[in-house]
């Protein structure tokens, strides 16, 4: 189970992966075009060899499709059913622990969605069953009003957590797998028109990660050095997100300056790039990490993802002073940190040969 410090990084490696495969299959379509603008492919001819290939993957893509969905579907059901038979068995011990969901490979497609209701129902059921005996033990003065409500709160401070780490995981994972099974219908489509490919999709770089801590309050800074490895000059634009707490949270734009957030670069040329975070207490709660993402365009074949990670340290304790203590003469100030640098460099473009 994932715990939230990983949830930033792997967002930032689905959306690296994503990025790859996006380039790869716009080159895969170039070279389609340029092979039949060059007669070596009808465009007759490429419909159907489209349409047969359509229609041999229809059953086992919408297969792996459903299973997808459903396998979602499924373990959020059985996660919030878990976490609520075991937030009751504080209250109301049961010896029986819920069943899992019926699993995908087991049931037949056109009977899936029905196993899945008749699970979801009894679940439901065993639900309101067990909400109905802690009512009549309420009631005949067993157990509390003031017990439960302090039971649930207890409960959720613990385990609310693990909750999210779990419904996460399911999320993240499920967008993971629907983008590879993609990518690989649109393989198989290429290979067959233009023949298999010997470098696919290359595999996603590591995020660059660049983070912005500082006392509550204050401005912080890091300066990220863009470089332009295209053949060409390059025109340079740099966005932030919104931020949001790591964990959960609203979103929202603190004052942040990007200097210069618009540039001009030559082949090979660098630019160092500025960020300027205001650590406002009344939108960064101290001791809590927020995260957003830097988008730089135009340095590459692809936009550059930086990722931010902010926190406001909370503020140190004052020590209380001596009333027989003589006065101390004025402390020297020491000259600021110079701002931590991160390089971020960009693959050139490569024309398929």
Not at 5 to 32: I, N, P, V
Not at 130 to 149: I, T
Request: aromatic share 6%; net charge neutral; hydrophobic share 35%.
């Amino acid at each position: 189970m994932s715990q939230p410090a990983e949830w930033g990084r792997r967002f930032q490696d689905l959306a690296a992966e994503a990025g790859q495969l996006s380039a790869w299959s716009l080159r895969r379509y170039q070279s389609l075009l340029e092979r039949v603008s060059r007669g070596d492919l009808k465009p007759d001819e490429v419909q159907k060899q489209f349409r047969e290939y359509l229609q041999e993957q229809a059953g086992t893509s919408t297969r792996e499709a459903v299973e997808l969905s459903v396998g979602l579907l499924a373990g959020l059901l059985y996660a919030e059913a878990k976490y609520r038979e075991a937030m009751l068995d504080g209250l109301l011990p049961s010896p029986d622990t819920v069943p899992p969901p019926p699993s995908p490979s087991g049931v037949d497609l056109t009977n899936w969605f029905q196993a899945l209701a008749t699970y979801s129902a009894e679940q439901s059921a065993r639900g309101m069953a067990r909400h109905q005996q802690l009512v009549e033990r309420v009631a005949s003065g067993a157990v509390s009003a003031a017990r439960v409500q302090e039971h649930t709160q207890q409960y959720l401070q613990t385990h609310a957590p693990e909750f999210l780490a779990e419904v996460m995981d399911l999320g993240l994972n499920f967008v993971g797998n629907l983008q590879r099974s993609s990518s690989t219908l649109a393989a198989g489509l290429y290979d067959r028109v233009l023949g298999p490919d010997d470098q696919g999709p290359s595999a996603p770089e590591p995020p660059v990660i660049l983070e912005l801590r500082g006392p509550a309050g204050s401005v912080v800074s890091s300066t990220v050095v863009v470089e332009n490895s295209r053949q060409e000059t390059a025109d340079i634009t740099c966005r932030v997100s919104e931020f949001t707490a790591r964990a959960f949270g609203r979103r929202f734009r603190p004052a942040m300056e990007i200097d210069p957030a618009r540039f001009t670069l030559v082949s090979g040329a660098q630019q160092d790039v500025a960020l300027r975070l205001t650590l406002d207490p009344s939108l960064f709660a101290p001791g809590a990490d927020y995260v957003a993402t830097l988008q730089i365009s135009g340095a590459g074949e692809r936009d550059l993802i930086v990722q931010l990670m902010a926190r406001a340290e909370p503020p140190a304790k004052e020590q209380p002073a001596a009333s027989t203590a003589p006065p101390e003469p004025p402390a020297k100030t020491s000259k600021p940190r110079a701002p931590s640098k991160q390089r971020t460099r960009s693959k050139s473009n490569r024309r398929d040969r």
